[in-house]
């Protein structure tokens, strides 16, 4: 039996009277990876921005574990904790250590244990590869090397999801793969993931589940084997095609 963590029901965005996300329903379940496709401009970015609080919505309703969230801004500082957002630029304080950054979020914000959180963030790092890096700046780092620190960052405030941005955009092609491997590390542990991504044979790797979007709107929602061998609409049968990525 699977136990649905997040719900969306009829939910509604615009800017300046351009609707960007037009009456989106779906749900993710407990331990799911759930790949969000769609072309450019389809309102997936700011879906994930929805879901997190940053951006406040028009309409419509988010239930995370089975509660209405009221969508105040109070509400959102208590819950963004446990909805882990990577974001496509990382986002790192320059002048702090790789360590110092972990411990910013579960120590200042959540008032936990600082040893107990250091030692996790250490055996995170240890994890991806990173352990010798710990009292390293930011700029010390590569583009790759600061994104998995990114992602461990989130992994350390504990989060019950984890929404992920394009999170391999700003990388040179040969750091794409070090941060593509950690996502799919984590994959096979029970989290719970909603990755945005452009990287096709990854999301047909990393994910359970395939999310659609175009145009604002979501057009069809299957598993990832259904999706990626027969697509059930003309617009997702176009979006592969132009990607060469079709009846795998």
Known sequence: MTDTILKVENLYKSFDKKEILKDIDFSIEKGQVVALLGPSGSGKSTLLRCLNGLENID??????????????????????PEIGMVFQSYDLFPNKTVLENLLIGPVKVQKRNKSDVERN?????????LKDKSDSYPNQLSGGQKQRVAIVRSLCMEPKLMLFDEVTASLDPEMVKEVLELILELAKTD?????????????????????????????????????????????????????????L
């Open 59 to 80: 309409s419509g309703s988010i239930f995370f574990e089975g509660e209405n969230v009221d969508l105040k801004e109070k509400t959102w500082e208590k819950l963004r």
């Open 121 to 129: 963030a250490l055996k995170w790092l240890e994890r991806v590869g």
């Open 191 to 247: 989290k719970t993931l909603l990755i945005v991504t452009h990287e096709m044979s990854f999301a047909h790797k990393v994910s359970d589940r395939v999310i659609f979007m175009a145009d604002g709107e979501i057009i069809e929602s299957s598993s990832t084997s259904k999706f990626f061998k027969n697509p059930k609409t003309q617009r997702a049968q176009d979006f592969l095609q132009s990607l060469d990525y079709i009846n």
